[in-house]
């Protein structure tokens, strides 16, 4: 009786040590998936800081390009209104030449008459060098206008190239967004895999910690020795080697209680 109960506590006191060691094999393997577990969330939040940044680019760039294209508009407007201030120009610079050639005709017909007097003569030929500085200042204008427009013009290029490169500056921000979704799907799918394999070999872990009598080398589960005998076999009760449930059993259909 006595051999029969140290056999039951020598038994109980294995399975407790064999349940420490399940409990520490499964908080392993937990904090094991854990690290995988937060590896792998890393590298999704990662991939969808990406994703976002990407969101912005192209909204930036679409941003981008209306600018451009509010600039575009108003150096078209500029265009405009410098040709017309040249065409202004030109007209008044043809006009002061006119004057001009109107004064030099009148003085000139003034000497050929011989009739005029000496103060006649003087304001006609006070009017040819005034038409004469009309017609210079008008070419300057002219001139001026020309330069600005042809600066308007520049910018107007500048503008229409600005808007090109925007354009492109976007596509080429949608195709890296479009590219990137298509990565993060695929990477996700596989997140998603990733995740379900790690739950299974955290599982298999943490199940292959606990101690199986069947096969096993282990010392915990080894049976007591299978020729010794308790004071219930001299009475003729074989108690036969130890189960990893706790319970020696004690004969034909009778256990001794775990």
């Not at 405009?80 to 009148?106: F, I």
């Not at 060098?129 to 300057?140: L, S, V």
């Amino acid at each position: 009786m006595h051999r029969a109960i140290a056999i039951v506590d020598e038994a109980t006191v294995r399975i407790v040590a064999d349940s420490r060691d399940a409990e520490r094999d499964a908080a392993t393997a937990g904090r094991r998936f854990g690290v995988r577990f937060a590896r792998e969330a890393d590298r999704a939040t990662s991939r969808t800081n990406i994703a976002d940044g990407l969101t912005r680019d192209v909204e930036q760039a679409a941003q981008r390009i209306a600018q451009a294209r509010t600039a575009e508009s108003r150096a078209a407007q500029q265009v405009e209104a410098a040709e017309d201030r040249l065409a202004a120009a030109r007209t008044r610079a043809e006009n002061a030449a006119g004057r001009v050639n109107v004064a030099e005709q009148r003085l000139q017909t003034l000497r050929d008459s011989g009739r005029g007097t000496a103060d006649q003569l003087v304001a006609a030929e006070e009017r040819v060098n005034a038409a004469r500085r009309g017609a210079e200042q008008a070419n300057t204008a002219v001139e001026r206008a020309t330069t600005r427009a042809a600066d308007a013009q520049a910018r107007l290029a500048s503008a229409n190239s600005a808007v090109e490169s925007s354009i492109a500056r976007h596509r080429a921000a949608q195709d890296q967004l479009a590219s990137a979704m298509a990565r993060s799907g695929a990477a996700s799918e596989s997140l998603s895999q990733r995740f379900r394999r790690m739950g299974d070999e955290g599982a298999r872990s943490a199940t292959g910690s606990v101690p199986r009598c069947r096969g096993s080398t282990s010392t915990r589960c080894r049976p007591p020795s299978a020729g010794s005998t308790s004071a219930g076999s001299r009475r003729g009760r074989t108690t036969r080697p130890g189960r990893c449930d706790g319970s020696a059993v004690l004969g034909p259909g009778r256990t001794s209680p775990g």
